[in-house]
């Protein structure tokens, strides 16, 4: 069965600081990756996504995360953290064709300012 | 002009109790879905309609039965509810014609607290 394993769960770090958020998958198959990111009271909301080509992707806020298929991972970076990144991030993966979006348990930011 | 919105926002009630969560999404997608999220933020997937029809029902107790009039609106019913019940239930829309490529669209979530 399909799993999304997020390593950490809970992460702080100061303002400026760097970040990296791991992610891997367990599917032998061909996937569909995202990030998806949930501020306090809020709906979640795409952050990025990876169908196929360069396997390292850019999304919204300065976030990218890296494909790197050998390692089933799908890490999230960004180079500096502001206060407003303060939030729950999940890693999410389907296969192609599928209709099932399985999620990872979410990883809680807390920026400190 | 919300994409994907449901009602109500909050809903509290007493075990036993009937209750419905209402979904709509006007992105003209044509999969909608159930999440369930717990208290320690875990999504987990109840219910996925594709075209009106359901395709995904997880494990969930029979006491939750979902219903699709149309490819615009997914709604949840939810018989004699029990304590455990109580979590945000969000909404979600995808486009799956897609092969899979289509992100979820989230509504705001739905809190509900059984006592």
Same mark, same amino acid.
């Given at each position: 069965a399909q799993s999304v394993s997020q390593h950490n769960h809970h992460v702080i770090l100061s303002e400026a600081a760097s970040l990296e958020l791991g992610c891997n998958y367990s599917y032998g198959g061909t996937v569909n990756l995202f990030w998806y990111v949930q501020y306090p009271g809020q709906h979640l909301q795409l952050l990025l996504k990876y169908f196929?080509?360069?396997p390292l992707v850019k999304g919204i806020k300065g976030f990218e995360a890296e494909f790197i298929k050998s390692k089933f991972s799908f890490n999230l970076r960004k180079p500096s953290v502001q206060w407003s990144d303060t939030a729950e991030y999940f890693c999410a993966v389907t296969h192609t064709g599928g209709f099932k979006t399985i999620f990872g348990a979410g990883t809680r930011l807390f920026v400190k300012a | 002009d919300t994409a994907v919105s449901q009602t109500p926002k909050y809903l509290v009630t007493q075990m036993g109790n009937d209750k419905s969560i209402k979904c709509e999404q006007?992105? $003209?997608? @044509?999969t909608m879905y159930w999440y369930k999220q717990d208290s320690k933020k875990f999504l987990k997937i109840m219910f996925s309609y594709n075209n009106k029809e359901l395709i995904i029902n997880e494990t969930?107790?029979?006491?939750f039965s979902p219903k699709s009039p149309d490819k615009a609106h997914l709604n949840l019913h939810i018989n004699s509810?029990?304590? $455990? @019940?109580?979590a945000v239930y969000f909404c979600a829309s995808s486009q799956e014609s897609a092969g899979g490529n289509s992100p979820l669209h989230f509504g705001n979530g739905t809190r509900l607290t059984v006592t």
């Open positions: 196929s080509g360069d | 006007n992105l $003209g997608h @044509d969930v107790p029979n006491r509810l029990e304590l $455990g @019940d109580s």
